[in-house]
């Protein structure tokens, strides 16, 4: 499906007041800017943002991803994952690992055939760093700048989830090709695995 294409489909989504392909000089494809109606995109109760993104002007995969305070955010997730585990036949952990192998992050994945889901999750606690120093020059007025900043995000987090001290949820929940996901883990596979060979040669 083209970016134009995509735009079509898009302002047919309930909660989606306009979206507008953007485009470089050289007709090369930007990005897509969406805007929302007051109520937003709703998919139950859970609101979400959407995100396509696009290889060689072809969609190659869309999120959504929403946010919310800490109890509420997780039984969405529960029931967004008891969702697409009731859609999809197959289900399952599924690593992120870096370029070395190292696992940075777990998901869960659920799948058929043609299409993969991820859902992933992030959790946005307060930060409770403080950064000291002698109070005096630059440094002092520079550190109590990055407190005070800091006390303001701290304060402002708490106001938004008073009942979970200001700890948020951020979830995303992403579809692609099953094709795609195969033949892209396979490279990477590949990949670590020459790189892990060219190590062993080298030692």
Same mark, same amino acid.
Request: hydrophobic content about 45%; some cysteine.
């Given at each position: 499906m083209t970016p134009e294409k995509t735009v079509e489909v898009l302002a047919k989504i309930e909660g989606v007041s306009g979206a507008v392909v953007k485009r470089d000089r050289r007709n090369r494809f930007k990005s897509i800017s969406i805007t929302y109606a007051p109520t937003g995109v709703l998919i139950g109760n859970f609101k979400v943002s959407i995100s396509p993104v696009f290889e060689n002007d072809r969609l190659a995969e869309v999120s959504l991803s929403g946010s919310g305070c800490a109890k509420a955010e997780i039984e969405r997730l529960k029931t967004v994952r008891d969702s697409l585990g009731s859609k999809y036949a197959k289900s399952g952990r599924e690593r992120v690992v870096d370029e070395d192998g &190292? %696992?940075? %992050?777990?998901r869960v994945a659920f799948w058929n055939d043609e299409t993969?889901?991820? /859902?992933?999750?992030? &959790? @946005?606690? +307060?930060? @409770?760093?403080? &950064?000291?120093?002698?109070?005096?020059? &630059?440094?002092?007025? /520079?550190?109590? /700048?990055?407190? /005070?900043?800091?006390?303001?995000?701290?304060?402002?987090?708490?106001?938004?989830? +008073? %009942? @979970?001290?200001g700890v948020g949820i951020q979830t995303v929940v992403n579809y692609s090709s099953q094709a795609a996901f195969l033949e892209q883990h396979a490279v990477e596979t590949q990949k670590r695995e020459e790189k892990r060979k060219a190590t062993r040669d080298a030692l």
């Open positions: &190292v %696992e940075i %992050e777990q993969r889901v991820r /859902l992933s999750w992030q &959790v @946005d606690a +307060p930060n @409770d760093a403080y &950064v000291a120093s002698s109070g005096r020059g &630059v440094d002092g007025a /520079l550190a109590g /700048l990055a407190n /005070l900043m800091a006390q303001s995000a701290r304060d402002a987090a708490i106001r938004r989830c +008073p %009942e @979970d001290a």
